[in-house]
Structure formats: C-alpha cells, structure tokens
C-alpha cells in the first residue's frame, strides 16, 4: 500500500509570492491533516479534513488555507509568502474521522524556502 | 509557557548505552500519550502510543507515563546507530486537540 505523498518535495518562492502544496493520503483513508515544522517552534497544527469538510483549525493567518476533494487528496495554499513561512510542511492521513483519536500517517513533507 | 515542554538536545551517547527521553506537560486533561520517530529528511512515524500511567513495552522500546508528576518517558535499550533520530513527543486531549512536543534529536555513535 503506498504511503502519504506529497509534492513538490522541495519549493523555493520568494516573499509576495503564493503556494500550493498537494498530499495524497493512504488509499482508503479519508481524514488529512497538515503541520508546519520549523526548528524553533516545532510541529505546530494547521487544519484538518474529513470529507471534503474542514474540522479543525489551528492558530495560523488567514493566509493559510486549504481544502479537500472528494477523492481525499488535499491542498494547502500559502499566500503573500513571508520569510517566517519557511519551514517543513507535512501532511498526516488517518482512517477515521478524528485525526487526533487514529494513528497518523506522515508524508516526507515539503520543504518551503521562502527568499 | 508551553504546554508540552521538551528538550530540544542535541543527544549524542555511544551504540550500546540505554537512552532515556523526557516530557513534562501542564495540561492534566491530556489522555492519550505518544512517541513519534523522524528520520532526516522524513515525516514523523509512530513508535509507541499509551493512554494509562506506567510502563509499556515493545521490544528494546519502553514508553513510561506518571500523569501525577505530568511526566513522560521513552527508553530505548541497546542502543544502535539506527536509532539516530530525533524523537517527539504528543498527547492528546478530546477529540479535537493533539499536541506535540519540540523533539529531541539523537545520535548513536557506534
């Protein structure tokens, strides 16, 4: 069974700019969730879908945002890029409706340079 | 503060040593206690999940948690280069809120 792919691995965008990032979740599994990791601050929570809906928020601007299709694959869209945004991105897949009760699966991640 | 507070390290100890990661935390309605696993380079991979106080165990892998010091452990016995890592921590509370901790980067020298 293939695991959480995300793409691009790797994104260079300078500051003003905006970004989309995809995850593809575990086939079957209906529940995606993202996290920034940078290395001062650690895994920090962004959003959370389960079908198509979002459930959860974390504490991020409005520049932050996101979606799901109906085919569990995900987006994620950065705009008006700031240095600070530089970081790991990771998506997280999980079975069930709550991402916080299941077993998360992690993608590798997107790394974001932001110049 | 934090509500999950963990030592960012580094750790380095040589192949062999017993190795022991630590959590504390603030909030007590955390119930569900966890150690997660990342490889450079890679996401995050789940080792050990708890959700009562005291000592669980899989192979050289135990996950000690004492919910009346707010305090959570990982052991990682005969220790191998391949453990080189960083490890973080995460408890959840509810439904809606799953919090990790800063992670612990480790190296095994052999």
């Known amino acids: 069974k293939a695991g959480v792919t995300q793409t691009p691995r790797y994104l260079i965008k300078t500051r003003g700019q905006q970004v989309t990032l995809s995850c593809s979740p575990i086939?079957?599994?209906?529940?995606v969730s993202w996290y920034q990791q940078t290395p001062g601050q650690g895994l920090q929570f962004l959003f959370e879908?389960?079908?198509?809906?979002?459930?959860n928020k974390g504490n991020f601007p409005g520049r932050f945002s996101g979606r799901q299709f109906s085919n569990s694959r995900s987006e994620m869209n950065v705009s008006t890029l700031e240095l600070g945004d530089s970081a790991l991105y990771l998506c997280?897949?999980?079975?069930?409706?709550?991402?916080?009760?299941?077993?998360?699966?992690f993608g590798s991640g997107t790394q974001l340079s932001v110049l | 503060q934090k509500e999950v507070e963990q030592d960012p390290g580094p750790l380095s100890v040589p192949e062999g040593a017993i190795v022991s990661l630590n959590c504390t935390y603030s909030?007590?309605?955390?119930?569900?206690f966890m150690w997660y696993r990342q490889y450079s380079r890679k996401g995050p991979e789940l080792l050990m999940y708890?959700?009562?106080?005291g000592n669980k165990e899989d192979g050289r892998f135990t996950a000690q948690v004492d919910k009346s010091s707010k305090y959570i452990s990982l052991f990682i016995r005969d220790s191998q280069p391949s453990d080189s890592a960083t490890y973080l921590c995460?408890?959840?509370?509810?439904?809606?809120?799953?919090?990790f901790g800063q992670g612990t980067r480790l190296t095994i020298n052999p």
């Open positions: 708890t959700y009562s106080s």
């Open positions: 879908y389960f079908s198509e809906t979002q459930r």
């Open positions: 086939s079957g599994h209906r529940s």
């Open positions: 909030n007590s309605a955390f119930q569900y």
């Open positions: 997280a897949s999980s079975l069930g409706r709550s991402a916080t009760n299941e077993k998360l699966f």
């Open positions: 995460a408890m959840i509370q509810g439904a809606q809120k799953l919090v």
